[in-house]
């Protein structure tokens, strides 16, 4: 976590803010820059990370360019708050799959309780379905994908508990 702020701590001082910053700013802006990138090296969801790295090589080419023509500057500028909020995304995230990782461990076996189940690595499920016969209660859990969240790995399948116990275990294939 220590690496996240202070690749932000970089940008927030060595972001050009206006056109008339001094070379003394730019001199800073490599170095953020390279805290940057190793955050998003180790940011946990994919398209955020190819975003800040996309936005990185793009302020690195207009870096070269602001030296020689101050009216770069702006532009620049606006790519580094574009790196700050990617940044501040990755940071989000990252809590995300921490809290994730911390509550869901461990995998599922037949006969747990849905308490424990809720504490393996399928956690939450999408939607559970209840069926009441006469002295039993089933439960049908349901964990469909989710695109955006597919970077925690979480498990997609089917859960079925009867009295409260997981008795059988369905899960997706992965092609």
């Known amino acids: 976590m220590q690496l996240w702020v202070a690749a932000i701590f970089l940008l927030l001082l060595g972001a050009p803010a206006v056109a008339d910053e001094t070379a003394a700013a730019l001199s800073r802006v490599p170095a953020a820059l390279d805290g940057a990138e190793a955050a998003f090296a180790s940011c946990p969801q994919p398209e955020t990370a190819i975003r800040g790295r996309k936005a990185v090589l793009d302020a690195r080419a207009f870096l070269a360019a602001a030296r020689t023509n101050p009216g770069v500057m702006l532009i620049l500028n606006e790519k580094m708050e574009l790196i700050r909020s990617v940044l501040e995304t990755c940071v989000q995230f990252k809590k995300i799959a921490e809290e994730y990782r911390s509550k869901c461990q461990g995998e599922v076996r037949l006969g747990m309780s849905a308490a424990q189940v809720r504490q ?21 859990w349901i964990y469909t994908a989710n695109p955006r969240a597919a970077w925690l790995g979480r498990p997609e399948g089917f859960l079925y508990f009867t009295d409260g ?4 275990i369905e899960r997706a294939a992965t092609p």
């Open 165 to 168: 116990k997981l008795t059988s």
């Open 120 to 140: 393996s690595l399928w956690c939450e499920p999408t939607k559970i379905m209840t069926t009441e016969t006469p002295g039993h209660r089933r439960e049908e």
